[in-house]
């Protein structure tokens, strides 16, 4: 590994530790809990006024639509996928299963930190519920929302987009997760914290180790190789 890489992985651990400790150090997560609350309250208030917002964050917080967020990455995907010869789709899916495996170790590493709150729509009292208010069970509350688990697999197809395929695939995949994760900040489902602080810390230090060094390619590799199919290498 190159000085140049290791520097950029100190840097990107740098970034995520001091983001996340910016927010678990002080008393009651200091600044950081008034822009919670702040934009907890201005989207919240709104529900009642706004019958328009009210309907968009009900369809986009339905499970269902989750779906549509999975739709857009596999587009994204599919892209490439096109393009390539036999053997270059099947390093495609090794790719693709080389995220997935990424994602759900990191997801179950996080549950490691020390850091568990109910949503805002569960810490707070007196406050409007999409599910209440329209009827569809949307995703509007959880018990334990840190760290953001949706947008922390959005961002993670965002880092293996800007890894292994294009600069212009990782900004499409960076709208993807703002689209995709904002609403759950927009309804109340997580703090803007548990995205903005708590996905992104985590991603910022994990993938920068795994998809920097050598590590990830060497999973790609063997899966290319060992996945069962056609188009194995002979050698």
């Known amino acids: 590994m190159t000085f140049n890489r290791l520097l950029a992985i100190l840097l990107l651990n740098a970034a995520g530790l001091a983001l996340f400790f910016s927010w678990y150090l002080p008393a009651n997560h200091g600044l950081w809990f008034v822009l919670d609350k702040n934009i907890f309250y201005w989207f919240n208030d709104r529900l009642v006024t706004n019958k328009a917002l009210l309907w968009l964050l009900a369809v986009t917080n339905f499970r269902a639509f989750d779906g549509v967020a999975l739709l857009a990455m596999g587009y994204l995907y599919l892209t490439f996928w096109r393009r390539e010869t036999p053997e270059g789709r099947r390093r495609l899916l090794a790719i693709g299963v080389a995220m997935l495996i990424s994602a759900v170790v990191l997801n179950q590493l996080c549950r490691l930190i020390p850091v568990s709150h109910p949503s805002p729509t569960r810490f707070f009292p007196n406050v409007n519920h999409v599910t209440q208010l329209t009827g569809i069970p949307a995703k509007d509350a959880s018990t334990n929302s840190f760290p953001g688990d949706h947008g922390m697999m959005l961002m993670i197809f965002a880092c293996f987009m800007l890894r292994y395929f294009t600069r212009r695939a990782f900004f499409i995949a960076v709208a993807i997760v703002l689209v995709f994760a904002t609403p759950r900040i927009m309804i109340g489902a997580h703090w803007f914290t548990d995205v903005v602080v708590g996905s992104l810390s985590i ?21 290319y190789r060992y996945l069962p199919g056609k188009y194995k290498p002979v050698n």
Not at 206 to 223: E, F, H, Q, R
């Open 203 to 223: 991603v910022l230090v994990g993938m920068s180790w795994w998809l920097i060094t050598p590590a990830s390619d060497y999973l790609v590799n063997a899966l």
